[in-house]
């Protein structure tokens, strides 16, 4: 799957390490910055990721700020994009299955690097499920992109 990934300076501890376990996973990573701890705007990185989701050029996206609020509030703002925060894995892969999530949000200053790890590996795991009660709600969203 080929993925793109990217953080502010409070996400970008999970980062590197996120990027080594999707890329020994077997995946493709296009890495969206930061490169370094220097502080820097979250909007910019989630927008960098959502844009490239919503144009089709990646399947999936994952944005880690310090919380992971502001990067998935951001990246919900790119038309074609469903984005969600998520700190447990249930969530991580229902998302998927029922809402056909296509951006993961983490927080680094909430979680460490081993769920981190649970949690993109859910992710990228998962598939929306297309039931038509599934299919059906999310076409009620969908309706209010347009």
Known sequence: MKIAISADHGGYPLKDPLIAHLRKSGHEVVDLGTGDCAPCDYPDFAFAVADQVAAGQI???????GSGAGACIAANKVRGVRACLCHDTYSAHQAVEHDDMNVLCLGARIIGGALAEELVTAFVNARFTGEERHLRRLNKVLARDK
Do not use: K
Not at 59 to 65: L, W
């Open 59 to 65: 399947e999936r996206g994952i944005v880690i700020c």
